[in-house]
Every structure is written in structure tokens, then in C-alpha cells.
């Protein structure tokens, strides 16, 4: 995926292009989360807060956006500013990506955006809230995240507090076992849930060690098998939801959602702001908090990689 021509259509930040050259890690963030999975200022601060904690653990952050009709590679601090007080930024997948570059508009990567972005770039690791999945009634609507797919196909880490809870995550976990996404778990055996930690679902394998970790996906890689792997870590217990109260709440919000007539690429941004709004803002200070510690997590996930000897065949 590294083609000249590829290239030519990145621009990496000082910063970035710096640790690149100097073989230090570096860990990819989305910025749909700025443009659109949070309300103004949390987001930017957030995004902020999440920067600086890569940074204090020896990690250059790269943030990923399409701005000016390039994928930027890390932002600054007037961008992370722009994209968080827009309004007018796509979410732009994989789908999405050469038009918005075409175009020249501004562009907030979702997860497979960025899955796509970071691999252009030569980043392994990427770190989110929670990927999307299989949404509930997906037998009837066939909506089934992009995120899945880039899962199957990109080779990049993503550390996740597993799949948002709005999701059936039954038929997530079917998806990606027959694609060939192994998923892991961190701190418990099973996938975490968003907004709580236990979906009750069992992840393939339990790593704690990151450098378990890192072997673990080096293996895959040099093995030739493409695409990514799924690092689920549960949000840190004081700032969990109870399952019972998150599961009730996202039943109200799938009903309005479906009453309104809402679904597509609506449908999460939509669900994500009832659940804040119902939950009288508490959602938000989970979502805040299970990011915060994902990114503690992929430092170190990325910090094991860098150790090893570089990916050798990291397959098509």
C-alpha cells in the first residue's frame, strides 16, 4: 500500500516525519471522534489530552485527517481546532477517500479511514474508543460497518474498548472469526463492550504482556496473513456504565432512531448523542475516560512493536 504515488498525496506532520526517520513509534488517532463523535470543546480537549499522554510515554501521536486535499499525518493544534468547531467535515471511509481528496474538503477519518491513512503511512498502530460492527437487525439492513472489512484487509493494530454496545456484537465477533481478524483481549478474557467492560462474549486469545502482544501480531505479519488485529481493553471500572442501565438506554435510542427514519452513516453519531443526552451526560465521561486508557494501552502495544525487528512480509 506504500506506493510512490501514494505517497504523494500525504503530508506528515514535523513531528511524525521526525520519529519516523528516527525509528521511534508512532500511534495513528482518528478525528471523527473530533468532527463528530463529540460536542465542542470536549472533543478538542480531548484530543489534546490524548496527544499528550502519547507523548509522555515516548510516542509521537498522528492524528489523522484529510485536509487541503491531502491525508494529513499528525495536526496541529489550529487543525485539531478546526475539526473540532467546523461542523462541515465529511466522515470520510475508505469509500469516501479520493473524493474528499479530489475535492479538497475538509475530512474526519472514521475507523477505516484512518486504517487506510495509517498503513499509507507506515504506522502500525492505531487507537480508537470502539470500532463499529454488525448493527442489531442487520438481517433485514445488511448495515454492517466498514470497519469490519478494513479489519480483514489493512495490516494495522487497532486498540479498541471493543465494539460500541449499540452493536450486536455476537454477529460482530461471527464477522470478523470469518475474516480472519483474530481479536484479543487485555485485562479480561472477554471483548469489551464501550461503555462497559464485559460484553459476556469471550475474545480469542487474553495478552496482558504487551510484548506478547507485539510477537503475537509480528507472527501474523510475517507470515504474510494481511490485515489487522483487534486489541480490546475494558474502560477502567470506576468509570463504567452498568450493563443492565446502557443496554435499556440504547434499546430507547435504536426505537427513536428507527421512528425518525434515520440510518446509514446517521445512525451511530445519532445513537452516541441520545445515549449522552439520556444518560444526563455520563456517557461522555466514560467515552473520555475508556480513550484516555486505550491510548495508555497502544503506547505500549507500540512501544513492544518498535523493539522487534521490523515486519519482514507484511502480505499484500
Partial sequence: ??????????????????????????????????????????????????????????????????????????????????????????????RDLPGVLASGTLGATTVAGTMVCAALAGIEVFVTGGIGGVHRGAQETFDISADLEELARTSVAVVCAGAKSILDLGLTLEYLETHGVPVLSCGQDNLAAFYTRDSGLRADLRLDDPAAQARFIRAKWDLGLAGGVVLSTPVPAEAAMARAEIDAITGQALAEAKAQGITGKAVTPFLLGRIKALT??????????????????????????????????PGP
Wanted: aromatic share 2%; hydrophobic share 50%; charged share 20%.
Fill in 280 to 313: 444526563g451526560g455520563r456517557s461522555l465521561a466514560t467515552n473520555i475516560a475508556l480513550l484516555r486508557h486505550n491510548a495508555e494501552v497502544g503506547a505500549r502495544l507500540a512501544l513492544a512493536l518498535a523493539a522487534l525487528p521490523p515486519c519482514s512480509n
Fill in 1 to 94: 500500500m506504500t506506493t510512490a504515488a501514494a505517497q504523494s498525496w500525504i503530508v506528515r506532520s514535523a513531528p511524525v516525519a521526525a520519529a519516523q526517520a528516527a525509528g521511534r513509534p508512532v500511534v495513528a488517532l482518528e478525528s471523527t471522534i473530533i468532527a463528530h463523535g463529540m460536542p465542542y470543546p470536549d472533543n478538542v480537549r480531548t484530543a489534546r489530552e490524548v496527544e499528550a499522554l502519547l507523548r509522555g510515554m515516548g510516542v509521537e501521536p498522528a492524528t489523522i485527517a484529510v485536509i487541503g486535499g491531502r491525508m494529513r499525518i499528525g495536526l496541529a493544534d489550529d487543525e485539531l481546532e478546526l475539526l473540532g468547531r467546523s461542523g462541515q467535515a465529511q466522515k470520510v471511509s475508505r
